[in-house]
């Protein structure tokens, strides 16, 4: 099954907004040097404060999956995908609040980033064979994450340092590649937004 057309689109928003808010966090850590621990703290407890927002709606996605009917059952994998995600934004939110705005902080993120568009690109026909507490084997960082991550946002990811986590799913057959119709997808709803932004 597919999930619902507002309930990709909502966590499409949040994977926009977690790229964005990911670009803020970097840009404050390079201007860290130029003002002062005030102003520096305040400015990333209002990252913070995004970073929990974005926490929040992540999780209400999951609610509004489950909401369907037999959502649990016939969505087990997002619904896995989107709870972790939610967890590593609390974690994003507590290292932003220190403040932290350096590499733990954007690989917190980075990490978030990359299970949001396995989310996205959840494939029901997908799905890696084994049992056991892990099946398939799938980890948060993988290559193929990464690669479809590397079109995405305006900055680079090689300086993160993502650690990898174990989601009780497999992310599907080939991580290598992003699904063409999903990566123009991807790109006409960012052009949209970006010129509804004006940016």
């Not at 400015?43 to 909401?67: F, H, K, N, P």
């Not at 079109?151 to 599907?172: F, H, I, M, N």
Request: charged share 30%.
């Amino acid at each position: 099954d597919s999930l619902p057309p507002e309930i990709v689109l909502k966590v499409m928003q949040i994977l926009h907004d977690e790229i964005k808010l990911r670009e803020e966090t970097r840009e404050l850590e390079n201007a860290k040097p130029a003002l002062d621990s005030d102003d520096f703290e305040d400015r990333a407890a209002d990252l913070a404060d995004v970073q929990r927002e974005l926490r929040d709606q992540t999780y209400g996605a999951v609610q509004s999956i489950q909401s369907l009917p037999f959502g649990a059952r016939r969505f087990e994998k997002p619904i896995k995908l989107l709870t972790v995600v939610s967890q590593i934004m609390g974690e994003a939110r507590n290292i932003l609040a220190k403040p932290d705005t350096g590499e733990e902080a954007v690989a917190a993120q980075t990490e978030a980033i990359e299970l949001l568009l396995q989310t996205r690109r959840n494939d029901p026909n997908g799905g890696g064979g084994g049992g056991g507490s892990s099946p398939g084997g799938g980890g948060a960082a993988s290559g193929g994450a990464r690669s479809a991550l590397a079109g995405l946002g305006p900055g680079a990811d090689q300086d993160s340092k993502v650690e990898d986590r174990d989601v009780d799913q497999s992310t599907g057959r080939d991580g290598r590649k992003f699904p063409e119709e999903f990566r123009s997808g991807l790109d006409a709803y960012f052009n949209e937004l970006e010129r509804g932004t004006g940016s």
